[in-house]
C-alpha cells in the first residue's frame, strides 16, 4: 500500500486501537502563551512611543 493510497481511505467504524492522533475537534481557543506575548509586546510599544514621546516634547 502506497502513502497516496493509505491517507484516502478512512477509520474502521470499530476500530481495535484508539487513534493516536486525533483529527481535528480539539479546542478551539487561543494556543498557550500567545495572549501573554501580545500584551507584552503591546506594552513595549507604549513605552517606546512615550519615551520618544518625551524626547520630543522635553527636548
Not at 12 to 22: F, H, Q, T, V
Not at 41 to 58: E, N
Amino acid at each position: 500500500m502506497t502513502d497516496a493510497e493509505f491517507y484516502t481511505r478512512d477509520r474502521p467504524k470499530n476500530p481495535r486501537l484508539p487513534e493516536d492522533r486525533p483529527r481535528g475537534g480539539g479546542p478551539k481557543g487561543t494556543p498557550a502563551g500567545y495572549r501573554g506575548l501580545r500584551t507584552t509586546t503591546t506594552v513595549l510599544i507604549i513605552i517606546v512611543a512615550v519615551v520618544i514621546l518625551g524626547i520630543m516634547l522635553f527636548p
